[in-house]
């Protein structure tokens, strides 16, 4: 089935640093998400994207978070500076349209020491 | 409060039977998936669902939006079948899928 990519799979950074996540959604893809897991628990919106732009966000996504996908390359999500609270999978997820099926990526484990 | 209720949380069942999961809307859900987020953390798209019925398979999913819920029953569960189960509910208007927090299946032989 169609493959979303997430690199790196696995991210360790100091307290304060910037990360950022990178996601390959499926190609012809055109809406564009992040989701917060922790812990294997709920997986919380966090943020969608579509023609370039930040359609809907949730309180979770703080002044801290940007997103952006430049000419069309990775989607990726940045987080500057981050805290330890943002320890947590990150989940890239991709759709064609709007009333079409969800795809997720296999994650990518932030651990913030 | 919880706008995507999932029930039962967890849920243990031998190999062969047959079970099903329930999430309970307090938005005005128009459509529903299900996922499978399968041990290893990958989440596996299972059914899109706008109100009506559709079936995979040993998977048989539902969605009433008049009623606010959609059900995914499992037949002759198999050990493959473990892992954590994910509704999430889009209303009209927006695009974000809200998640129920899941239902833990572990089947045994």
């Known amino acids: 089935g169609p493959k979303v990519l997430q690199i790196p799979s696995h991210q360790i950074i100091d307290m304060g640093q910037m990360v950022t996540l990178n996601c390959d959604p499926v190609?012809?893809?055109?809406?564009f998400y992040w989701y917060k897991q922790i812990l294997g628990q709920q997986m919380e919106f966090l943020v969608n994207?579509?023609?370039?732009?930040?359609?809907?966000k949730s309180k979770l996504f703080k002044d801290q978070f940007s997103v952006e996908r430049p000419d069309g390359s990775y989607f990726t999500l940045k987080i500057q500076p981050t805290a330890l609270e943002d320890s947590a999978v990150y989940f890239c997820?991709?759709?064609?349209?709007?009333?079409?099926?969800?795809?997720f990526g296999h994650g990518t484990k932030l651990s913030v020491l | 409060g919880d706008k995507v209720k999932q029930s039962p949380s967890a849920l243990s069942l031998q190999e062969g039977t047959n079970s099903a999961l329930r999430c309970n809307f307090s938005?005005?859900?128009?459509?529903v998936q299900w996922f499978l987020q399968n041990p290893r953390g990958s989440l596996i798209n299972l059914f899109y669902?706008?109100?009506g019925t559709k079936e995979n398979g040993r998977l048989k999913s539902a969605f009433d939006s008049k009623e606010s819920y959609s059900t995914l029953h499992i037949r002759d569960a198999q050990l493959e079948d473990s892992g954590t189960y994910f509704c999430?509910?889009?209303?009209?208007?927006?695009?974000?899928?809200?998640f129920g927090a899941g239902t833990r299946l572990k089947v045994i032989a």
């Open positions: 997820a991709s759709m064609y349209r709007a009333n079409e099926r969800l795809f």
């Open positions: 994207f579509y023609n370039g732009k930040v359609m809907e």
């Open positions: 999430a509910a889009r209303n009209t208007g927006n695009y974000k899928y809200v």
């Open positions: 190609s012809n893809h055109l809406y």
């Open positions: 938005i005005a859900a128009t459509t």
């Open positions: 669902l706008v109100p």
